[in-house]
């Protein structure tokens, strides 16, 4: 069996936020014999209508961290979503805490940097974020070791965190009933992103998953955790011995299909500087709308 640094005797408190906005899941993992947290894939709230942000659903996360008296080591992003824009700096400005994405941030800036014919003052070297980690890094929350795990194909940069017996799987998975994310982004990869998933799969099999996103295929409610066993017996898309070569072609079919996320150039634009919003040559927030760039 593959050794992992975690103990998984350790449970993790998790308490998880729903944004119906966005159908994105944040997470609040909380050491059980300290006051020590992370909070996992916060949301800033966007009207693309009217360009307006705001911090409801941050502000809840941040109250509940408040109101437990709760210490904020981390403030983790699994990746540069597509489908929300994070509100990682705000956070932090309340509560303190370390932001921190995988290293191949520097892909997607250089990607996306291009895309938005952003200016040398646009740093494509992580520098928005703390902590770049690599994959196999540990870190601590409190006196739990951690660990990020690389598992991209969703994008470059998609990492795993895997806290004890929890990990964090951002859009790498979804429900069991839901299947797996698309793969079709610019440095997005069908074969990468099976080969990702095998690698959550190989974890043990009472492993607690927790998803990013839910949509409640069906019209069953929505719902957030589940574990390696069952992932793994029952995912639409890889469960059950569904081979490399069908879930590639699957991918690639389906996701030919699919429209792009409706905050994709909102999202991108943020999260790839970190979640702060960009700046115009006055200090003006400003976003940029390229044209059949994506």
């Known amino acids: ?69 709760l210490t904020l080591e981390w403030i983790l992003e699994t990746h540069v979503h597509a489908d929300h824009l994070s509100a990682a700096p705000y956070i932090q400005r309340e509560l303190g805490g370390r932001i921190g994405i995988g290293e191949n941030i520097l892909i997607v800036q250089d990607v996306f940097g291009k895309i938005f014919n952003e200016g040398t003052e646009f740093q494509r070297d992580g520098s928005q974020f703390d902590r770049l980690f690599k994959d196999g890094d540990t870190y601590q929350v409190g006196t739990m070791t951690c660990f ?51 690698r959550v799969l190989s974890l043990p099999d009472k492993m607690r998953l927790f998803m990013c996103h839910d949509y409640g295929p069906n019209g069953r409610d929505i719902a957030w955790e589940t574990t390696v066993a069952e992932e793994r ?52 927030p400003m976003l940029k709308l390229p044209i059949n760039a994506l």
């Open 148 to 198: 990020a795990m690389h598992t991209p194909g969703h994008t470059p940069a998609c990492m795993t965190h895997v806290m004890c017996d929890a990990a964090f799987v951002g859009d790498t998975l979804f429900m069991p009933d839901g299947g797996s994310a698309r793969a079709d982004f610019p440095g997005g990869d069908a074969a990468t992103l099976y080969d990702s998933i095998q």
């Open 233 to 284: 017996a029952h995912n639409i898309h890889v469960g059950n011995g569904k081979t490399r070569e069908d879930f590639i072609k699957f991918r690639t079919e389906r996701d030919a299909t699919l429209g792009m996320p409706r905050l994709i150039l909102p999202s991108l634009q943020v999260n790839m500087r970190g979640g702060e919003v960009p700046k115009d040559a006055d200090g003006r």
């Open 1 to 69: 069996m593959t050794h992992y640094p975690v103990d998984m005797t350790i449970r993790p408190t998790v308490e998880s936020f729903f944004d119906a906005a966005t159908n994105t899941i944040s997470h609040i993992v909380k050491d059980p014999v300290s006051k020590a947290c992370a909070i996992v894939d916060s949301v800033m709230d966007f009207d693309p209508a009217s360009g307006r942000i705001s911090f409801d659903h941050a502000d809840l996360l941040i109250a509940r961290v408040r109101e437990r008296d």
